[in-house]
């Protein structure tokens, strides 16, 4: 009784904490261990003494793995939930240090990843990561912002303005005896430049979105120049594509096909002249209608016409809304509280503010790769999923090759991984190496949803795609292929050639359970609905550690 107990006795083997210490333990080097130390606080809240970075790194992932991500909650479970108490060891830093810690663990270029890859490999080594079909997909996670907190170029100017008064209001109350408040030092348009704000402050925040939207507008801007610029040059050269001519230029354009009405209908007329000087006679025909009345000219100038009303009205519309009203759709906007994040629709309808996150799973839902972007799509995104995808690939196919060395674990693994019936499997005919090899030693296909489906994306460099180009339930509805595609066929008819076969079906009813099931478990059993920081690297950073806490959660559940 008076003997020191032995914390680890209060879990069963097995149990996830253990898993969770026995791999931070593992993974965690002298170099890697001084990069997770904080700096040292100042003032009042510089202590005596500093936590081991290993054990709040411990706990943080723990953490994520139970879905308690909020520091005070942390906090509290460190002092009465005995799983919590052996991660900490009985130590119960307070939240200020845990938030403290984890903004500097994901704030690091690049930590986030290393760990997410060094976990990666530890779970490969312990047999989970088939590859024969991995399915990729995206997922859209709140910003740690409102949505309302979302403004466009003409609501940031209205806002820097109050800024603006506050300052000088401040300034004069400092006159007075009282204290200035901080982050109100966005002079915008003042003659003199004063220094730049502190990016933290509201007033930082709101030149950052302000900087971004203009940067975004000139270069659209720059772009519709190009655009118009090379559709009016063809247009003069008679080269141009049939249809509507780009919106910046459809006044130009107009202009440039009157002028070409008026030269044809001229030309007509010295032609028609030239006959009749020459002795034609009857044999000239009908002299053509003058150059105004000519209908070609009449209907050319009328366009025009109507083309410069609609530019004064819209003009007008415009300055009387304020270039463009706040709240309304499709006009750029960016959020004062993270100017990172967008506004993502979500399935169902509606809008969030966040981030769409993007990652792909192996076929035992082993997450392999991800990042998180600022596109409301999929198809963009791609490629770099792709590589991500591979990436992680290379790391388990690594862990995996060292399995060929030692038999027991190599029929461990295989008898874990492989998806034939038992009797098959452990045939005399069944050759259990290459079976192994043929599912860990690299993607066999990556499959995705309709959002990715576009032939730049089929025919992108890497691995075989197999993409989605319509719904489940229509795709379930088509009538069935066999064999190789028709000769001749583009990647688009080759791809849904591929869906209507049976081991195009059986791929990609993989994708769902597996990627969407990765996405559940983020959710649902991490608790991840809403990042704790701001900012898109900060954003990728914790989205990589949750998917880190998941993986271990598999690990756990084989151990």
Sequence with gaps: MLLPHNM?????????VRVVIGTAEQLV?????ARLVPPAPKGSAAGPARYDPVML???WIYAYLR??????????????DATFRVACGRLVPDHTTFSRFRKHLLAQDGLAEELFYRVLHVCACAGLGRLAVVAGDGVKIAASASKEASRTEAGLRKLAAQVVAGARKAATADEAGKVVLPGTDLL???????PRPDPRSRAGRVLACLEDLQAEREAAEAAARQQGQAYLQALAAGTAAAGCPPAAVAVAAQQIRLEQAIAAQQAALEQHAARVTAGAGSRAGRRPRPVEDAPAVRKARARLAHLH?????DAAAQEAAGQAAEGKPRQPARNVTDPDSRLMPVRGGGFIQGYNCQDAASDDRLMLGGYACQDTGDALQAGRLARAAEKGAAVVAAAHAAHAADPAMLARCHSRLCLLPEQARTGPGHDAAACHAAMTSGIGVLVEDAGYHSEANLTAPGPDRLIADGKTRDLAGRQPASGPPPDGATPLQANAHRLATPEGRAAYKRRAPDVEGLHASLKDQGGLRRFSLRGLDNATSEFLF???A??????????
């Design 8 to 16: 680890l006795d209060w879990v069963p083997e097995g149990h996830a």
């Design 29 to 33: 080097t002298r170099d890697l261990a």
């Design 57 to 59: 790194l411990t706990v």
């Design 67 to 80: 879905g308690v991500l909020s520091t005070r909650a942390v906090e509290d479970r460190c002092r009465y």
């Design 188 to 194: 915008l348009g003042a003659e003199t430049v004063p």
């Design 309 to 313: 009303k609609q530019a004064a009205a």
């Design 546 to 548: 949750a998917g880190l």
């Design 550 to 559: 998941c993986n271990l959660r598999l690990l756990a559940a084989i151990s």
